[in-house]
């Protein structure tokens, strides 16, 4: 049994993440960004939790899955830096 305890995130629309498996968070208006996540889309390794609105954040995980999330980078890093200083 693993003892250690995972620090989670919401990312929108009650979707969570595992902040120890983001890499990084990006903004998704630059070309190679968007070419990232047309590419994640034809793989299947991308995750959508925007629920239908505009995608503000990309997060780029460990396992090279993509999460589209409707908040901001700086809403999500913020989140995980608190979440951090917690522990």
Known sequence: MNNQTQTLIHIGFGNIVN???IIAIVSPDS???KRL???AK???TVVDATQ???TRAVLMMDNNQIILS???PETIASRAQLKEESL
Do not use: L, M, Y
């Open 19 to 21: 902040t120890d498996k």
């Open 42 to 44: 034809e793989n299947g």
């Open 37 to 39: 996540i047309q590419h």
């Open 31 to 33: 070309a190679p960004i």
């Open 52 to 54: 239908g609105r505009k």
């Open 70 to 72: 409707a908040f901001s």
